[in-house]
């Protein structure tokens, strides 16, 4: 079973640049979640997709940040405008439940983003 | 404001003996807990999960132990290997099947010296 895919693995832009993440989660997996990894820090949600609907963004600064599940499988996050605290590792996770909450969440490798 | 918190960033243990990680949760609500392992340049990997009826899970060398009193949990990891170098993680959340997402600690990096 193919685990869950994130491309870039890397990228470097400019403050206010805008930048955009992309994750495929596992096949027949109900829930996609986009966590941001600061150095030093444990993981933090930034959003919950229960299919193509969002369960959880309170933690999203929807003044950048955005994302979508189209079709309830593939996701993408966006930032527009980049700014250099938001240099981290974007990490998308996905699980089977149903209902969303705590079924064992699979994680992608990440994408790193350095903000210069 | 931390609600899971990991307090040594670091371990170092040696082959073969007993690895602890500690991990200590300031909200009453938690009910189940897991604990993620994380190599370099990849994402965490899920590794044991308790849940608050119980005070101890085994999975092969790694057990998780839960003081729901002292709102503390431990990893045991015998007998570590060079292999298990990594960052662990310890996560929390309300409800089995609740909507509330995993809180995070900051990891403890344990280092397994051959």
């Known amino acids: 079973e193919a685990g869950v895919a994130q491309s870039p693995r890397y990228k470097i832009i400019e403050k206010r640049q805008s930048v955009a993440f992309w994750c495929n989660p596992i096949?027949?997996?109900?829930?996609l979640y986009w966590y941001q990894q600061i150095l030093g820090q444990g993981p933090k949600l930034l959003i919950q997709?229960?299919?193509?609907?969002?369960?959880?963004d309170s933690q999203l600064p929807k003044d950048r940040f955005s994302a979508e599940r189209l079709k309830g499988v593939d996701s993408t996050l966006k930032i527009q405008p980049a700014k250099l605290e938001d240099s981290a590792v974007y990490l998308c996770?996905?699980?089977?439940?149903?209902?969303?909450?705590?079924?064992?969440?699979?994680f992608g490798p990440g994408t790193r983003l350095t903000v210069l | 404001d931390q609600q899971v918190k990991q307090n040594s960033p670091s371990l170092s243990v040696q082959e073969g003996r007993i690895s602890i990680l500690n991990c200590d949760y300031t909200?009453?609500?938690?009910?189940?807990f897991l604990w993620y392992k994380k190599y370099p340049a990849e994402g965490p990997t899920f590794l044991i999960s308790?849940?608050?009826?119980?005070d101890k899970n085994e999975d092969g060398r790694f057990t998780v132990f839960l003081n729901k009193s002292a709102k503390h949990l431990s990893l045991h990891i015998v007998p570590s290997q060079p292999g298990d170098s990594a960052v662990y993680f310890c996560?929390?959340?309300?409800?089995?099947?609740?909507?509330?997402?995993?809180?995070f600690g900051k990891g403890t990096r344990l280092s397994v010296i051959a």
């Open positions: 909200n009453s609500m938690f009910d189940y």
């Open positions: 096949s027949g997996h109900a829930t």
């Open positions: 996770a996905s699980s089977s439940s149903r209902t969303g909450g705590t079924d064992t969440q699979y």
């Open positions: 308790i849940s608050s009826i119980k």
């Open positions: 996560a929390a959340s309300v409800g089995v099947w609740g909507n509330t997402p995993l809180v």
């Open positions: 997709f229960q299919n193509n609907g969002v369960v959880d």
